[in-house]
């Protein structure tokens, strides 16, 4: 079955530096992959969208990569703040589904 | 412009009971999904509907259902709740529908079902 792995269920990092999730997918070569971020007691909120011929796609502070070679995306937050504390998410759709990741729970520390 | 809105925002329940939870999307949204999100895991597909029919369902029992009306807005229904039923339901809307993963999803703040 098609299957999400996101690289650990925490990652602490210091206030400033830059935060990279990683995203592994198996059994699947989706042609779009999202990132979302989910706040606690809250919904996920969509952050960005790359589909597989784009190697990288950038909105401000965030970037996305996506390698269909190694089955990998990369979410990089620079100049991390407290702020950016959350749980990220990563999605592809395969046939009628949204396939999510278990998520990265992300603490930047001031 | 009012996001994605759900109700309940808290439901608690016993086992046997059923439940209708109730998603409202962003205005001119056409497709509804719906979704189970267990403490500590990634939300779950349950179904998307788009224009009142049924686009996709994932792998959950009959005992889960839902259906979309004429303005949109859309009802997911779980018959014979179990104990496993707990979770935090999300709805998300989208323009038209995910037929390949190219529409970015609006979420709710979902509503937590309790099953005692």
């Known amino acids: 079955s098609q299957k999400i792995e996101q690289n650990s269920e925490a990652l602490n990092i210091q206030e400033g530096k830059t935060a990279t999730l990683t995203c592994n997918y198996t059994?699947?070569?989706?042609?779009?992959l999202q990132w979302y971020r989910q706040d606690p007691g809250r919904g996920p909120v969509f952050l960005l969208l790359?589909?597989?011929?784009?190697k990288e796609k950038r909105k401000e502070r965030l970037k996305v990569t996506f390698d269909t070679t190694l089955k990998q995306s990369l979410f990089h937050i620079t100049a991390s703040q407290p702020a950016d504390s959350a749980t990220y998410l990563c999605?592809?759709?395969?046939?009628?589904?949204?396939?999510f990741g278990p998520g990265t729970r992300l603490s930047v520390l001031p | 412009d009012a996001g994605v809105t759900q109700s309940p925002t808290h439901l608690i329940k016993t086992r046997g009971q059923h439940v209708t939870l109730r998603c409202s999307p962003i205005?001119?949204?056409?497709?509804v999904s719906w979704y189970q999100q267990v403490l500590g895991q990634g939300p779950q597909f349950i179904f998307q509907?788009?224009?009142?029919?049924?686009?996709g369902r994932g792998n959950f029992p009959d005992r889960f259902s839902a259906r979309q009306f004429p303005n949109y807005s859309s009802e997911l229904n779980v018959n014979a709740l179990l104990l496993g039923d707990s979770a935090l339901y999300l709805c998300?809307?989208?323009?038209?529908?995910?037929?390949?993963?190219?529409?970015?999803?609006?979420f709710g703040d979902g509503t937590r079902l309790s099953i005692l």
């Open positions: 509907y788009y224009e009142k029919e049924e686009r």
């Open positions: 998300a809307s989208s323009l038209l529908v995910t037929g390949s993963g190219n529409q970015p999803q609006h």
């Open positions: 205005s001119g949204h056409k497709s």
């Open positions: 790359i589909r597989e011929n784009e």
């Open positions: 059994n699947y070569s989706p042609a779009y």
């Open positions: 999605v592809f759709f395969y046939g009628q589904n949204f396939v």
